[in-house]
């Protein structure tokens, strides 16, 4: 598998959270019950940050032999 193939899974991997995301987001909205709301926004911050490094790594993984390409430092070994 290429860098650039990998970079289509991540951008696919990112696709799903979003849709998890925006149907856990109508959840929160419908309920009442502060205990599942807080479990529920919970759930949200986790997949928002697995949401932010899929598409991170989407991009390191398409300009990865870019010349001018600045890598985010936290992939950096």
Do not use: P
Request: hydrophobic share 40%; aromatic share 10%; net charge positive.
């Amino acid at each position: 598998m290429t860098l650039f193939e990998l970079s289509a899974e991540y951008r696919a991997h990112a696709g799903a959270l979003e849709g998890r995301i925006s149907r856990l987001r109508r959840e929160w909205e419908q309920t009442m019950d502060e205990r599942e709301r807080r479990m529920l926004a919970e759930r949200i911050r986790m997949l928002a940050i697995m949401l932010r490094e899929a598409r991170e790594l989407a991009v390191l993984c398409e300009r990865y032999y870019d010349r001018g390409y600045r890598r985010n430092a936290k992939y950096k070994i």
